[in-house]
């Protein structure tokens, strides 16, 4: 029997493997660009909700607006999702993690709700935004994420632009810090852990779980904070507040589920400049000079880190076949 012949290994072979390679980490590019912004669009409805959030302190018992918050998510997140997906959409290997989960958000909620009564929405923000550290730092021990060194450079740039804005020597904020910094390490882990979870579960579940556990939680204290109240347009404002929670974590899940915690790390800090906005609209609070040189520090680190993003994922040059 004469030998087969060897495999061609010219130059089209190479072409086209490289033709392969460069396709893959195209959609790849791709896949890391959508969740870039889809991280940009839930910082927008995270905002909103701060400032509607704000505005319901003078009116709404705290307990009775975060409650209501998370029935609006749990009854729209059945209502559309339930009669599409049936009993598939309970199912998960995870239960006790959607509980924890459920837990810290609820938990994060009601400290954003008490620090947004004694607290301007920009400086709010400002201190929420360096859960992005701690994310970043959890990611790495947890998620064995890698995290290169001018990545975290990004991510210290944008803290430093936001405590240009805070400028924590230059005003006392009170008592009142120690709220953001607790909700800035419940947020964390709610984010770490929806990294994980995004591995193996179906976001719609984790969505479902996650609406109806605060909410259950969040009803043992109904019965004491329920009151009146003394218009329509405060209903409406829980509305709007409910449905920029429900639209924006289901946003965030779908970013997790294109790119790794550290890589959109950066783009948090976008929503010091919606915050800011919503501040300057609804409450006439204008950025003084040092607040706009804060923003464009996070506008630098946020451009620089989709920069890297592109840079990090392009198909290498290679030599020419000989």
């Not at 609006?72 to 599409?84: G, S, Y």
């Not at 005003?171 to 390490?185: D, I, M, Q």
């Not at 947020?187 to 994980?196: C, D, G, M, P, R």
């Not at 329509?232 to 915690?261: D, K, N, S």
């Amino acid at each position: 029997m004469a030998p087969r012949p060897h495999p061609v290994t010219g130059p089209s072979t190479s072409a086209g493997s490289l033709a392969t390679r460069k396709r893959a980490r195209d959609i790849e590019s791709e896949r890391v660009l959508a969740g870039i912004g889809l991280v940009v669009l839930a910082t927008a409805c995270f905002a909103t909700l701060d400032t509607a959030s704000k505005l319901s302190t003078t009116s709404v018992p705290i307990l009775m607006a975060v409650w209501f918050r998370y029935a609006f998510q749990a009854v729209a997140t059945t209502a559309v999702l339930l009669p599409r997906h049936g009993m598939t959409l309970l199912r998960t290997r995870h239960p006790r993690y959607h509980i924890l989960r459920g837990a810290l958000l609820l938990i994060s909620s009601a400290l954003a709700f008490f620090s947004l009564r004694y607290m301007p929405l920009a400086e709010f923000t400002s201190i929420l935004l360096i859960a992005p550290l701690v994310i970043t730092l959890l990611a790495a021990l947890t998620l064995k994420e890698q995290v290169s060194p001018l990545r975290w450079v990004l991510v210290a740039g944008g803290f430093a632009g936001t405590l240009v804005i805070l400028r924590p020597g230059g005003e006392a904020l009170s008592w009142a810090v120690l709220l953001p910094v607790g909700l800035v390490l419940t947020n964390a882990w709610f984010q770490v852990l929806t990294s994980k979870l995004t591995r193996t579960e179906n976001p719609l579940t984790m969505h479902f779980y996650t609406g109806w556990v605060g909410t259950l939680l969040a009803s043992l204290a109904l019965p004491f904070v329920w009151t009146a109240l003394p218009g329509w347009q405060w209903w409406a404002l829980l509305c709007l507040m409910g449905f920029m929670g429900t639209v924006g974590h289901f946003i965030l899940i779908l970013a997790y589920q294109r790119a790794p915690a550290s890589t959109l790390t950066p783009y948090f800090y976008a929503q010091i400049a919606f915050a800011m906005l919503g501040g300057w609209l609804m409450f006439a609070h204008v950025p003084d000079r040092l607040s706009l040189v804060g923003i464009a520090m996070i506008a630098v680190c946020g451009a620089a880190g989709a920069w890297l993003t592109v840079r990090e994922r392009r198909v290498p040059i290679e030599p020419a076949e000989s």
